[in-house]
Nanobody, 116 residues
Framework: QVQLVESGGGLVQPGGSLRLSCAPS????????MDWYRQAPGKQRELVAT????????TFYADSVKGRFTISRDAKNTVYLQMNSLKPEDTVVYYC?????????WGQGTQVTVSS
């Protein structure tokens, strides 16, 4: 069973930057799209950003992160989330998700804390 391994979370001051990574432990075939979600305690998981597995990779961003976050991927199907101008309200657990013809794969989650 392929697992997604997340890294890059941590503590950062307001206005700072972090880069999250999500790497598959094996091969995933026929990927449709790759996503980052986030979830605060007691709230529903929220879609943050999506990148399609097409030439050039079309992207989508939630309004709350547009202009601050950038999603990208590489040839090994590692997906990244570059987060700039971080705000205290970005403090939550972030999850990566890869959707393929065989179903969804989820990362274990990584905590991002924005605080002075």
């Amino acid at each position: 069973q392929v697992q997604l391994v997340e890294s890059g979370g941590g503590l950062v001051q307001p206005g700072g930057s972090l880069r999250l990574s999500c790497a598959p432990s094996g091969s995933i075939f026929s990927i449709y799209h790759m996503d980052w979600y986030r979830q605060a305690p007691g709230k529903q998981r929220e879609l943050v950003a999506t990148i399609t597995n097409t030439s050039g990779g079309s992207t989508f961003y939630a309004d709350s992160v547009k202009g601050r976050f950038t999603i990208s991927r590489d040839a090994k199907n590692t997906v990244y989330l570059q987060m700039n101008s971080l705000k205290p309200e970005d403090t939550v657990v972030y999850y990566c998700n890869i959707v393929s013809i065989r179903g969804n794969y989820w990362g274990q989650g990584t905590q991002v804390t924005v605080s002075s």
